[in-house]
């Protein structure tokens, strides 16, 4: 993770250090607090070379010794490590534990990987008759919607008429079904990303897609650039391939998160990465929605210096406040650089319906078909027909999820308000969950008390690389207003079990 950060976008990230400390020996104690403070919460990423002593004073206007007292300290602290001959390199102490997540107790249906697997999964839940209050598990460790039956069982009885006439071909389409290609192509036209059939492959799901992506376009050994936090997928599909993650931290202002143009442009020139993951519609975990200069800033960066991106928008239908701007493809004229788009019906209609897609050049659509003829060969072609049928009805499906995660967001804001007021949890315009500030790094403890409590979640730091973002909690609201009643209740009793004001517990979780 060879990511270079210049003493002015470390000054930027350190605006009010001096709040924490005056002059003298507690300013040089106010530094370090807030650069280990930016790590711990992730808005810095370990494995970043940090300025000099010497420019990082010059950039904050103080003397050199301020700077190379607090820079001893971090060291002494396990945040800073110096290797020879290539300067100073942020980390995280070991105590901390990288890359985890919650375990899910078996008594609770979930598994527990070894640790050198590196990740923890999302646990899978066992059986549950449904919720019911005071009873069973409550899943938020999982951002999905529940599928609309009744609009799923029509599509699925239209695609079994439709299916006789497929049974005179060999089934077998690696693009996908013309008909479906052609729906999805209008859909992402109908947005501002002008698409024609011949551009878009059906995959088995947008994780499907991203992975296709990576087999053809990322090596052994390569870079990949993603936010932090991101989409845990993302970080462990880099690491099944064999590829180094370059986090770059995502910006907070007031409890909303955006992107770093600047962080981004000197990540894609220092580290030279494969390609770019990027989630800029209802990111995944903050919510944050890429505004349109900000998009086109970012796919100019990625231009100049020959770097593809592939772009997530499974949550970009799933707004709940106002539409964002129009896909981030749509900045990219010319085809110097390819924009792959990636999108799904998991999220917009229901997660056990494995139909997904990726929009891209046609030379490159090529590369990735040639990939996976080696592999799945194809989509199923009556799952395809079910998409079909969904995708006619799809405004009208998304319109009605908007209008309940409308009430389910602004419902589980207030009742987290009233049970742990302490807890930060800002309003996000979209997507299906909160990005809490617990204020107190206990994410995965949290976690831990909560399985014990029947509440399955998923920990901050699993949305990171290096164990980042322990103080941050994803919180779901996608189940009904009364589990979600249900699961604060659980979840003041585990946080407060924890012990108020109790010094943060390290116990590593796998």
């Known amino acids: ?53 010497r420019e990082l004073a010059a950039a904050l206007g ?9 820079y001893e300290q971090l060291r002494e602290d396990g945040y800073l490590v110096r290797r020879r001959g290539s300067g100073t390199w942020t980390a995280l102490p070991s105590a901390t534990p990288a890359g985890s997540g919650g375990v899910v107790p078996a008594a609770f249906g979930g598994v527990t990987p070894t640790p050198a697997a590196g990740y923890t999964p999302f646990a899978p839940m066992g059986p549950v008759s449904g919720w019911s209050p005071g009873r069973d598990v409550i899943d938020l460790a999982h951002a999905a919607p529940w599928a609309p039956m009744e609009a ?3 599509a699925a009885a239209r695609a079994l008429t439709e299916l006789p006439v497929h049974l005179a071909s060999t089934g077998y389409d690696v693009l996908g079904l013309p008909v479906l290609r052609e729906a999805v192509a209008a859909r992402l036209s109908a947005q501002g990303l002008r698409t024609s059939a011949d551009e878009i492959m059906v995959t088995a799901g947008a994780q499907h897609a991203h992975a296709l992506v990576a087999r053809a376009l990322v090596r052994p050994g390569d870079r990949v650039l993603m936010e932090q936090p991101t989409y845990p997928g993302a970080i462990d599909l880099a690491r099944h ?55 086109a800033a970012v796919v100019a960066a990625a231009a100049r210096h020959g770097v593809p991106l592939v772009v997530d928008d499974c949550l970009r239908e ?8 129009p896909p981030l493809g749509a900045w990219s004229t010319g085809g110097a650089t390819p924009v792959i788009t990636t999108g799904s019906l998991s999220k917009t209609v229901w997660g056990g319906l494995r139909i997904g897609w990726l929009r891209a050049p046609r030379t490159l659509l090529q590369r990735v078909a040639a990939v996976r003829a080696s592999d799945d060969i194809s989509t199923p072609v009556l799952e395809q027909l079910v998409a ?21 967001r602004d419902h589980l804001r207030a009742a987290l308000a009233r049970a742990v007021p302490e807890w930060r949890a800002p309003k996000p315009s ?32 699993r949305f990171a690389t290096g164990g980042a973002f322990e103080q941050y909690l994803r919180l779901p609201y996608t189940l009904s207003t009364d589990a979600l009643d249900d699961a604060v209740a659980r979840l003041a009793r585990a946080w407060e079990s924890l012990g108020v004001g109790a010094a943060p517990s390290l116990t590593t979780v796998v």
């Open 430 to 461: 979209g997507g299906f969950s909160l990005w809490v500030d617990l204020g107190a790094p206990r994410s995965s403890a949290l976690v831990d008390a909560a399985s014990r409590h029947g509440v399955l979640l998923a920990a901050g730091p």
């Open 318 to 325: 799933m707004w709940i406040d106002a539409p964002g701007p």
């Open 388 to 408: 079909v049928g969904l995708l006619e009805k799809l405004d009208d499906l998304v319109a009605d999820g908007r209008r309940v995660l409308a009430h389910r």
């Open 152 to 154: 799923v069982g029509e």
């Open 62 to 70: 103080i003397g050199r010794g301020t700077v190379a007292a607090a």
């Open 1 to 53: 993770m060879d990511v270079q950060l210049g003493a002015g976008s470390l000054a930027r990230l350190l605006t009010g250090w001096r709040d924490d400390g005056g002059t003298g020996a507690s300013a040089q104690a106010a530094l370090a607090t807030r650069v280990s403070s930016l790590l711990t919460d992730g808005r810095l990423a370990a494995g970043t070379r940090v300025p000099s002593e």
């Open 241 to 295: 391939v064999s590829a180094r993650a370059v986090p770059v931290a995502m910006v907070e202002q007031d409890g909303v998160h955006g992107w770093d143009v600047e962080a981004i442009a000197a990540a894609l020139r220092a580290a030279t990465p494969a390609v770019g993951y990027l989630v800029p519609d209802h990111q995944n975990p903050t919510g944050a929605v890429m505004d349109a200069e900000t998009r």
